[in-house]
């Protein structure tokens, strides 16, 4: 496909358990983001891949998260023992290089219910 | 640490009347300012962008906003509503001066257009 695809487009699991959500950037963008975005809240930063390595991952909650992409194109965020809280959209985001270009194309998220 | 405030959760306006999201940030230095629109079930979209220069920027649809340095201001806005403009709008920051690549997000506002 044309934009970015992140799958599933919902999960539900229970207290504890771990998760994983997938992110399929457009073909060539270098640089991939993941932010969470709660009911009624704007798009919170999570972390930045350039290429392979994670430029910044400042806005990871805790250890329970953690993100990888080991050859530059997809990428999957981890949760481990999820909590009630962890609840949200997280959304995948690319772009062709530094958010200075001003165009980060956004996946329609993975809604993620912890009960 | 970079912010961004948006006001109004939601803002009426009649079709045809022009529009105004208000948007107010705070940075360390120069700004670099965007909205994003967030249609229903998609993707948060890019409408525009201010890095430098002209503070008047002309973006997708039709948008506008205005760069204002003195009230740290960048408002969008529409001289023309149309009912298919009906979104949530994010208005977003980034302080170049960090070095991070992230945007922040405000916490959104929803535009409602009346026929």
């Known amino acids: 496909g044309a934009g970015v695809s992140q799958t599933p487009s919902n999960k539900v699991t229970e207290k504890g358990k771990y998760v994983e959500l997938r992110c399929d950037p457009i073909?060539?963008?270098?640089?991939l983001y993941w932010y969470r975005q709660s009911l009624g809240q704007g798009p919170e930063f999570l972390i930045y891949f350039q290429g392979t390595g994670a430029a910044d991952d400042s806005g990871l909650p805790n250890d329970r998260f953690f993100a990888v992409r080991p050859e530059g194109s997809v990428s999957t965020l981890k949760i481990q023992r999820t909590e009630r809280g962890d609840s949200a959209v997280y959304l995948c985001a690319s772009s062709l290089g530094a958010v200075d270009t001003g165009e980060l194309f956004f996946g329609e998220g993975s809604r993620l219910t912890v009960l | 640490a970079q912010s961004v405030a948006q006001p109004e959760d939601q803002v009426n306006v009649a079709e045809g009347n022009p529009l105004t999201v208000k948007c107010t940030y705070s940075?360390?230095?120069?700004?670099?300012l965007f909205w994003y629109v967030q249609y229903p079930n998609r993707g948060l979209q890019f409408l525009l962008k201010?890095?430098?220069?002209?503070?008047l920027v002309k973006g997708s649809y039709g948008f506008e906003a205005e760069f204002n340095k003195s009230q740290t201001s960048f408002h969008l806005k529409k001289p023309s509503a149309l009912v298919s403009d009906s979104a949530l709008y994010f208005c977003a920051v980034r302080d170049p001066n960090t070095g991070f690549q992230k945007l922040v997000f405000g916490t959104g506002t929803r535009l409602l257009v009346s026929p």
């Open positions: 073909s060539g963008h270098t640089a």
């Open positions: 201010y890095i430098t220069g002209d503070n």
């Open positions: 940075v360390s230095g120069n700004p670099y």
